[in-house]
């Protein structure tokens, strides 16, 4: 087999494939293995006719077309694999250019990603902000720490409060039948929160441990399950316990029963991990508005096979993490009054950007020479298996072409970005810290 490719009209590359009269041969023997169990000849068992009486009785090319699929199926992929420059974004437009008992000839049309050309990403002039830790945000950290470790007390001598805690199970109903979402067991309720539909708390209140409370309730006309909105239903409650916000004896005991020694340290340590978070904050922005400016210099418009695909991948990623919280893409619909259209819609301008930043990316790997070399690729590896407490080996068993190719990806980004980033001018802007 012999095969020329050239550049061909609006993003393709046109490949022309010749086998010889010995190769077009064997393609058709080939296609006759897979396809005389179809053909039934008076005088012949089913699947047993000889090749040269099927050609007999229905023409010499009897197995042209089965023959062609044979072998475009075997040198078109062939071909990619020796040609790595042509990244084909759809499938190929294939024609036949000759055919006869002395070869065959085809043209594929391969549409590609377009050959686009970047603008100057050295010494691009950008300001970076830089963000104070202030006493203010390590006073605000300390009082949400304090708000997520509060110290709690069992009530015994009263019933329960506004603002107390309670342990219940419930099960919810309306005319009678129960319904999605409606049954629980050992949730927690702070009453007075407004966390459950109006009016479910209130009726909690004055309820001891062991009490069975029957609370009615009318939904939302906006509830966002359609189904229970502006509903009337009955959620029959256990209550198991009932606790009390305390306060820590001082500022000090509170700081050991999170494991600091003192106030002063666990102040020390809040605002380290503060300091952290903005240089990783400022410094993340700084490599999106770098890429960005680097990206608005291509001469690029992804083709609507990029972005289709492009924003597939939105969604399955929106849908795996709404599947950790057990949610479903229909479910998040509901809740925010959309449609799985509306969102793929939405995810548009994210995706085309996000290929903006990817192709200028490649460019930047290409006119640089940057690789991703097999260490490379085996330390984020080892990054992506302990950020999900995994072991390589375990790892690896997810692992398929796309995920492969994403890891890839994200380490030429990061020396792409280093590049960048080191050859700016970037002025350093301080401001108050803000989360």
Known sequence: MKY???????????????LTAKEWADMQDKAYEKTKGKYQIPGFRKGHVPKAIIEQH???GAFYEDGINEAFGKYYYDILE????????DRPDVSID???????????????????????????KIKKVEYNVTDADVQTELDRFLDQNSFEEEVTGRPAENGDITVIDYSGSVDGVKFDGGTAENQTLTLGSGAFIPGFEDQL????????????????????????????????????????????????????????????????QVRENLRRYYDQRAEMELQDKLMRQAAATLDY???EAELHEAVEQQIQTMEAQLAQRGLRL??????????????REDARADAEQALRMQKAVDRIAILEGLRASQKDLDDAMQVIARENGLSLDQLKGYCDDN??????????????????RALADVTEITVGGQK
């Open 4 to 18: 020329t490719t050239a550049q061909g009209e609006k993003s393709t590359v046109k490949i022309t494939i010749t």
């Open 58 to 60: 229905y023409g010499k």
């Open 82 to 89: 020796k040609e790595p420059a042509i990244e084909p974004i």
């Open 98 to 124: 000759k055919l006869s008992e002395k070869g065959l000839t085809m043209i594929a049309v391969v549409p590609v990603k377009p050959d686009v050309k970047l603008g100057d990403y050295k010494g691009i």
């Open 205 to 268: 209140v004055g309820s001891r441990p062991g009490d069975e409370v029957r609370v009615h309730v009318t939904f939302p006309a906006q509830y966002h399950a359609p189904e229970l909105a502006g509903k009337d239903a009955e959620f029959v409650c256990k209550v198991h316990e009932i606790r009390e916000s305390g306060e820590y004896g001082s500022q000090d005991e509170f700081a050991k029963a999170v494991g600091c020694g003192s106030y002063e340290d666990l102040r020390a």
């Open 301 to 303: 418009t992804p083709s």
């Open 330 to 343: 229909e479910d998040y619909c509901k809740f925010a009054g959309a449609t799985p259209e509306s969102l």
């Open 403 to 420: 995920f492969n190719r994403a890891v890839e990806n994200s380490v030429l980004s990061t020396k792409a970005y280093a590049l960048v």
